[in-house]
């Protein structure tokens, strides 16, 4: 059974940093294409970052640009996102999920960690 | 930036009830859309892919159509495990956007 795991996650002031990782438990590896995705408290879905599998290719979405960072290490099956200059408007569950396809779906998903920017 | 427009945003259905949502896209997305279910503290759950193929494992209940632009989820018969948000997405560009959800509540 596929499992991503986020942690990371907490509480941090406006203009902290955060750094999130997602593990994938899957005994082979895939390196399939990964994303982040937020959903603030009671709202809806925000596609946040995507990187494809060997890393090499990175997106973000407007709201996070210049401030997000996405990366992997794949030899840790690990996928992270540093988050920086944060705002009150960051505050969310991020979830990570995998993608069979560059751009993809999102096939799994992780539990999601909170991120409270207070 | 693709938008993705969803409706209805609530929708209020009986147990056997024929359930439609609708995604419009502001362009073309060639087929590059996902249904995604979530239920109250959990994360999202692909159901279709690629407009209307349908995950593995989901029930045949669950259905998707539609093309260029226009975009539709349709679940047969509803049943009590499917009281839940619903999401569409689109995968056409590296920048995914998502429909803004629809929530089935119990009628």
């Known amino acids: 059974e596929v499992q991503l795991v986020e942690s990371g996650g907490g509480l941090v002031q406006p203009g902290g940093s955060l750094r999130l990782s997602c593990t994938d438990s899957r005994i082979t590896l895939n390196n399939y294409a990964m994303a982040w995705v937020r959903q603030a408290p009671g709202k809806g879905l925000e596609w946040v970052s995507g990187?494809?599998?060997?890393?090499?290719?990175?997106y973000y979405a407007d709201s996070v640009e210049g401030r997000f960072t996405i990366s992997r290490d794949n030899s840790k099956r690990t996928l992270y996102l540093q988050m920086n200059s944060l705002r009150a408007e960051d505050t969310a569950t991020y979830y990570c999920a995998d993608q069979k396809g560059f751009p993809g779906s999102l096939d799994n998903w992780g539990q999601g960690t909170l991120v409270t920017v207070s | 930036d693709i938008q993705m427009t969803q409706s209805p945003s609530t929708l209020s259905a009986s147990v056997g009830d024929r359930v439609t949502i609708t995604c419009r896209a502001s362009q073309t997305i060639n087929n590059y859309l996902a249904w995604y279910q979530q239920k109250p503290g959990k994360a999202p759950k692909l159901l279709i892919h690629?407009?209307?193929t349908l995950e593995s494992g989901v029930p045949s209940r669950f259905s998707g159509s539609g093309s260029e632009t226009e975009f539709t989820l349709t679940i047969s018969s509803l049943q009590p495990d499917d009281f839940a948000s619903y999401y569409c997405?689109?995968?056409?560009?590296?920048?995914?956007?998502f429909g803004q959800g629809t929530k089935v509540e119990i009628k």
């Open positions: 990187i494809s599998g060997s890393g090499g290719r990175t």
């Open positions: 690629r407009a209307s």
């Open positions: 997405h689109q995968y056409n560009t590296y920048s995914g956007t």
